[in-house]
């Protein structure tokens, strides 16, 4: 093997060892989310909030549980029905029947300079009456408890801005591939715990698939106004938060919430085609998104063949990355066995769709949901 084979082999090595060192770190200390949570303090009202478009296969049941949660007192959930062309606003409705708790508002088109999703979920913080403001995405199913579990949280952190990570359902190979990285991308990244004492930007991590923010903290940093034209909107959030001097921090919720992002390779391609460019491709710039797919290439595929060529370097990275995948799969209750062992796999396959995304946003092709991405 050439020096540069020697250096990248050990480069990747080294990056391996250090991801599953932290990630050890990370699966002890982490929070997280218990469906044994106490009940909601009397006098705490929760607006939950439900932005849906085209979302007729999952609102439903999304709605149902929502309808169904325990130990909130004082709950009232308001949808808002973002223009949707197949009958997801009269499901909604159908479901909430005449219970008072729950709203279904009629969306508008976004205005210039503002995207679909922050606009909606602005709207609808605007029409929310609660201190507590919950922000659910329609492919998300909650445990009876998911929000007492939240706020209960919240309460023994002192965080006011708290993301939990879902149990993340994969049911095509493509799925299983790819999603995983989700949460071994945060544990194996960053210190979590001390992150939540951080007020730097940077420290931040979210995922807008549950987030619960006090509502005074929401009013201070601007809430999505702040983020009306951020594609990841989610982490631009919390870092709105943290810069307005509010702790923001993200939890396992894999005991109290799933969710199936997407439907097979091609939904997932699609999905994250849409949003890699803006969290890991620096703007889309074409230098900064090379250099992160150097590093995925370095924390999988590079060790692997090494390792396959008779590397003990190899073999030690390759070994450290599927320990550190199988560590915070057993965490956030994602498969283990074998889907750890194809992390080379996967991760080259975040390097093809991040280089996708980039192609895609310098092209100026971008769309989701029918509507175009800047």
Request: aromatic share 4%; charged share 20%; hydrophobic share 50%.
């Amino acid at each position: 093997m050439s020096s540069p084979g020697r250096a990248a082999v050990a480069a990747g090595a080294l990056l391996s060892l250090g991801g599953a060192a932290l990630a050890a770190a990370n699966v002890v200390t982490v929070r997280v989310a218990r469906p044994d949570a106490p009940d909601v303090p009397p006098g705490r009202r929760v607006s939950v909030l439900l932005p849906v478009r085209d979302e007729a296969a999952v609102v439903g049941r999304c709605l149902r549980a929502l309808l169904a949660q325990e130990g909130v007192a004082d709950l009232e959930i308001l949808v808002l029905d973002d223009g949707s062309t197949d009958g997801t606003g009269d499901l909604a409705r159908a479901v909430a029947v005449d219970d008072p708790r729950v709203r279904v508002l009629t969306g508008e088109p976004p205005p210039p300079g503002r995207l679909g999703k922050p606009h909606a979920c602005a709207r609808l913080a605007a029409e929310a009456t609660g201190d507590v403001l919950v922000f659910v995405d329609a492919d998300v199913l909650l445990h009876s408890r998911a929000v007492a579990a939240a706020l209960a949280v919240m309460a023994e952190s002192g965080l006011k801005l708290l993301s939990l990570m879902p149990r993340q359902v994969t049911d095509s190979p493509g799925e299983r591939l790819v999603q995983p990285l989700l949460a071994w991308s945060w544990l194996s990244t960053l210190p979590v715990r001390p992150a939540e004492h951080s007020l730097r930007p940077s420290t931040a991590a979210a995922i807008g698939q549950f987030l619960v923010v006090e509502r005074a903290t929401y009013d201070a940093f601007g809430g999505h106004d702040a983020v009306r034209d951020r594609v990841v909107d989610d982490i631009e959030l919390a870092r709105a938060a943290k810069r307005a001097g509010h702790r923001a921090g993200m939890v396992v919720g894999s005991d109290v919430a799933s969710c199936r992002m997407y439907a097979g390779w091609t939904e997932l391609r699609a999905g994250h085609t849409k949003w890699l460019w803006a969290a890991f491709g620096a703007g889309g710039r074409v230098v900064p998104a090379a250099a992160v797919c150097g590093v995925l290439l370095l924390l999988g595929p590079v060790p692997a063949v090494a390792a396959l060529r008779g590397s003990r370097l190899g073999l030690a990275g390759y070994a450290a990355g599927a320990a550190g995948r199988a560590l915070v799969a057993r965490r956030v209750g994602s498969r283990v066995w074998p889907d750890v062992l194809a992390h080379p796999a996967s991760t080259a396959a975040a390097a093809f769709l991040l280089a996708d995304s980039v192609r895609a946003r310098r092209r100026g092709t971008l769309t989701w949901k029918g509507r175009p991405l800047p």
